[in-house]
């Protein structure tokens, strides 16, 4: 057998996570990427947090004097945004200390873990746009639904300028507060609009309705109700209540995980709506499946984490180009199937939208 990699001496330098509550100290982070718990359970038997290294099972915390429980994970976690949740005697609890996140159907505890390339997602003292709710007549499912809008820096000061619109979906058990809650689309944006990196354009973040299927039984998911919620009702809306450009060449969609597969399947069926199709960690498109479609799309944009499955991805986008689709592939380094591989995929497609 092989005996477990030593891991470096941690460095005591901890700070309070940034997706802390207000006034909590903990969870903390230190330069390494360790993180360090404290829970107040003074009559618990366990505690143990969700998030730790692969295959060990989560952190065990030992109860400490004060009767608190503390302890930090055996090693440097990866870079960017992560769930957890707390296990005290068996039931799953949020930690008190941080900020929840809609993800995994529920409510979770969120942890940053400092990024070398943090720069680009960071707030800055720079033009914002706007995040806002809708809500959205929705006839074929008897309600109104809900979608969020970003709006970039300068949107209505000029009535007669229209935009780009990116319609960006969320993974399997998150809605439609994900990309910008744990994405940080829209201060991306902003920071690029800033560096002049990018074209201002709308993005569009509604929820995919993906959660009444479980895990491990995607194959069963229908993609009908959504796609009639999407290009029926959704973009009608959008385009007759905001400064867009309401044309298919000046529209794109894209998605994350399961997004990106709903993304897939969208795009397939209704070719003629978006010009642009972006799959992140959700699959790739064939040449098969592109000599089907019509008309042929301005861009494919295939990405995903080195730690996923990225020869996939380069493969696919080879070929694309090989049957002369504009396709480009990206790969998040040291990143799997999380959030920072998707910042940077948003990051890296972005500039490429609307160009044509």
């Not at 894209?254 to 795009?267: D, K, P, R, V």
Request: with cysteine.
């Amino acid at each position: 057998c092989y005996a477990q990699p030593a891991m470096p001496p941690i460095i005591e330098d901890f700070k309070p996570s940034t997706c802390n509550q207000p006034g909590q100290l903990y969870p903390m982070v230190n330069s390494q990427g360790y993180a360090r718990f404290k829970i107040l359970a003074p009559s618990a038997d366990s505690v143990k947090v969700s998030l730790g290294l692969g295959g060990r099972g989560g952190t065990r915390l030992t109860q400490m004097a004060d009767t608190s429980w503390m302890g930090t994970t055996e090693g440097p976690m990866d870079e960017g945004f992560h769930y957890y949740n707390v296990r005290i005697d068996g039931g799953k609890f949020n930690d008190p200390g941080a900020m929840n996140f809609y993800g995994s159907t529920r409510w979770e505890s969120g942890i940053e873990i400092p990024a070398h390339d943090e720069d680009f997602y960071a707030l800055k003292n720079v033009p914002h746009g706007m995040v806002q709710q809708v809500l959205f007549p929705s006839p074929s499912t008897a309600t109104s639904r809900r979608a969020f809008v970003y709006t970039p820096p300068g949107y209505g000061k000029d009535l007669k300028t229209r935009y780009p619109v990116l319609y960006l979906q969320h993974g399997w058990g998150e809605d439609e507060t994900a990309w910008s809650n744990q994405g940080r689309a829209h201060l991306i944006m902003d920071n690029m609009i800033a560096d002049g990196k990018v074209k201002p354009f709308i993005i569009v973040m509604t929820y995919g309705m993906t959660n009444d299927v479980k895990m491990g039984g995607m194959r069963n998911f229908k993609i009908d109700a959504f796609q009639t919620v999407l290009v029926d009702e959704l973009i009608p809306y959008i385009d007759a209540n905001f400064q867009t450009v309401a044309k298919s060449a000046q529209r794109a969609m894209a998605g994350l995980s399961m997004g990106g597969m709903e993304t897939h399947t969208i795009t397939l069926n209704k070719p003629d709506v978006f010009s642009y199709y972006a799959l992140m960690s959700g699959g790739t498109y064939s040449v098969e499946e592109m000599s089907k479609s019509s008309p042929k799309p301005k861009l494919i944009f295939l990405s995903c984490g080195s730690k996923e499955k990225p020869e996939g991805v380069k493969t696919a986008a080879i070929a694309l180009k090989g049957a002369g689709i504009n396709a480009v592939s990206y790969v998040s380094e040291n990143t799997a199937h999380e959030f920072l591989s998707w910042r940077r995929s948003l990051r890296e497609l972005a500039p490429l939208l609307f160009k044509q």
